[in-house]
């Protein structure tokens, strides 16, 4: 097999389930809920760290942003014996029940990803292992967290979709009204990676689900600064990665 190299990990590295990030702060404040952290990889932008949260040994990775990173990162985890991925993301609310510092679980996902695209046709869907959309669901519950579940919004352009985050008088993009498009069709956010995880996760028999916090809710121009924590996500993903586990083991 082709040596890998953009992760720069070494054989044998990683337990099971891994949670991704785009920004590697996330993946550091990950491995400060969890006890013996270490970093296993730190390659091109792809910090990597691993430790042990309630006694089950777990994973962090940073893909960056957009599905062309994310999609190596997820293909190198998998050569490295990762079966579970859990997404770890933020999104912006679309659906007028989304609120800044909400959870949003992604069941599924509309496809504006080109990576996602490479590995299968527009009509192949993008969709979360629903055992893990379930642990995701029983984790926030059982925390009390705030929460929703459903479909996600994924794309490949963060300006493009928010031309008026790029000047006074911004360009028309393709996607300039991708926000008014979806907005009442359930649609809970839109964020940049989900799909692309989704898609070549099915392909490559991987269990993938995503859970983002919301840091806005675009409709409505609600964008709180600072932006809402990320630690509700993570506790989140952290638990239903040892449930799941547990129920692995017992099998």
């Known amino acids: 097999m082709h040596n890998k190299t953009h992760l720069g990990l070494n054989a044998d590295t990683l337990p099971p389930t891994c949670l991704i990030a785009g920004d590697p702060q996330r993946v550091m404040k990950m491995r400060s809920f969890w006890d013996s952290p270490r970093t296993v990889a730190d390659c091109r932008g792809y910090l990597c760290v691993a430790g042990s949260y309630r006694g089950v040994e777990i994973a962090a990775c940073c893909t960056g942003i957009g599905g062309p990173s994310c999609e190596i990162a997820i293909v190198e985890l998998a050569q490295h014996g990762v079966s579970n991925i859990i997404r770890v993301g933020t999104c912006g609310g679309i659906d007028p029940a989304v609120n800044p510092g909400d959870l949003a679980i992604l069941s ?3 496809r504006y990803s080109g990576a996602a695209d490479a ?5 192949y869907p993008a969709v979360s292992d629903w055992e893990y959309v379930a642990a995701l669901v029983d984790a926030c ?11 996600g919004l994924t ?7 928010k031309p008026w985050l790029i000047a ?5 993009t393709e996607y300039s ?10 649609v809970l956010g839109m964020e940049m990676e989900a799909a ?4 070549i996760g099915s392909v490559l028999r991987l269990r993938t689900a995503t859970i983002c916090t919301v840091g806005s809710n675009l409709p409505k121009g609600l964008r709180p600064d600072p932006a809402p924590s990320d630690d509700n996500a993570i506790l989140a993903a952290c638990d239903a990665a040892v449930a799941m586990q547990t129920i692995a083991d017992g099998e």
Do not use: C, Q
């Open 177 to 186: 009204d991708m926000v008014t498009r979806w907005a009442g069709t359930g």
């Open 168 to 172: 006074s008088e911004p360009p028309n």
């Open 196 to 199: 692309t995880l989704m898609v």
């Open 108 to 110: 599924g996902a509309i």
């Open 141 to 151: 519950k059982a925390r009390g967290f705030r929460w929703h579940v459903g479909i």
């Open 155 to 161: 794309v490949d352009s963060f300006y493009a979709t």
């Open 119 to 123: 590995y299968a046709p527009v009509n």
